[in-house]
């Protein structure tokens, strides 16, 4: 319980993580009952679907000593208001994957056009490179060019 509550961590509230990562240190003395005990406790301040994994370490210069490292993630998700991402849809055709914007924004506000990835903001169409119109005026069929270079950007 100590590890959980800390006077370094006033004001942070360990009862929404998500994620909970334990160490135990102790000597080759430690039981598994004791084990289940510091686990049990720092459990009881998770959210009740945390993921928690543990592990333990036989440390011989702890001595009767106990020690337990706690590493929590997922803290804030509860409280923050997270900016909602706008519906995307992915086309594949082939070898080439292409997000689709579908029905706009849902947080109501206009999204900034550089949080955009450019990809995205220019989409390259479906027009062949110019290397592929060259070898299709040559002679050759469209099949027959690879696909990779069919499917590469300019």
């Not at 080759?28 to 679907?49: C, V």
């Not at 333990?56 to 997270?82: C, E, F, I, N, Q």
Request: net charge negative.
């Amino acid at each position: 319980e100590q590890a959980v509550v800390c006077p370094l961590l006033d004001g942070v509230d360990l009862s929404g993580a998500k994620g909970v990562l334990v160490n135990i240190t102790a000597d080759d003395s430690l039981k598994l009952s004791e084990t289940r005990e510091a686990m049990n406790a720092i459990r009881a301040y998770a959210a009740p679907d945390a993921r928690i994994n543990f592990g333990t370490v036989d440390d011989p210069t702890m001595g009767d000593s106990l020690r337990v490292s706690v590493l929590a993630t997922g803290l804030s998700r509860a409280k923050a208001a997270m900016k909602a991402a706008p519906a995307l849809t992915v086309l594949r055709t082939g070898t080439d994957s292409m997000p689709m914007a579908m029905g706009g924004m849902q947080s109501g506000k206009p999204v900034d056009e550089h949080q955009i990835p450019a990809i995205w903001r220019n989409p390259r169409g479906n027009a062949p490179s110019a290397h592929v119109n060259a070898l299709m005026q040559s002679g050759m069929d469209e099949l027959e060019i690879p696909a990779f270079l069919r499917k590469q950007a300019d």
